[in-house]
């Protein structure tokens, strides 16, 4: 199997996928960036009608690590270290999200992540640093969580 048929084979997709509804796009090697799209479900959101903090953390962290995850053609994956995020407009419930993850620096011991939410027309929802280690990524067997 393909590595990136991780990202779009259920058997094989992590089980907060589906929570989220993410959808890999694609991954640019030379800028080392991939590209996520993200349709914001109701049980995502507030009484604002936004986004919930936290769960807009989701989003910046998926987008992030598959960013590490396809610069390594599915070897590693980052074991977050921290997560900074400025939340700079509301993400309103229903939206089609983009979300664009990059790997700054990747080494053997540490990798720095940056990442940012923008909305159809390129209107920045929010954006996140990460400092992560990088780790052997773990399949559903391993973690004994195969469905």
């Not at 049980?43 to 986004?51: A, D, I, K, L, S």
């Amino acid at each position: 199997m393909d590595w990136t048929d991780a990202f779009s084979n259920d058997d094989h997709s992590s089980p907060h996928t589906s929570l989220l509804a993410s959808e890999f796009v694609g991954f640019d090697e030379a800028s080392q960036t991939a590209t996520m799209r993200f349709t914001v479900k109701p049980e995502m959101c507030t009484w604002r009608g936004g986004v919930q903090g936290g769960l807009v953390a989701g989003y910046l962290d998926d987008v992030m690590g598959y960013a590490l995850v396809a610069a390594t053609e599915g070897e590693l994956a980052p074991l977050n270290l921290d997560l900074s995020m400025s939340l700079i407009r509301l993400i309103p419930e229903g939206a089609v999200v983009t979300g664009k993850g990059r790997v700054v620096k990747a080494g053997r011991r540490v990798v720095f992540l940056e990442g940012e939410l923008l909305a159809e027309d390129g209107t920045i929802y929010a954006r996140a640093t990460s400092t992560a280690l990088p780790t052997p990524r773990p399949s559903p067997t391993q973690t004994g969580m195969s469905r």
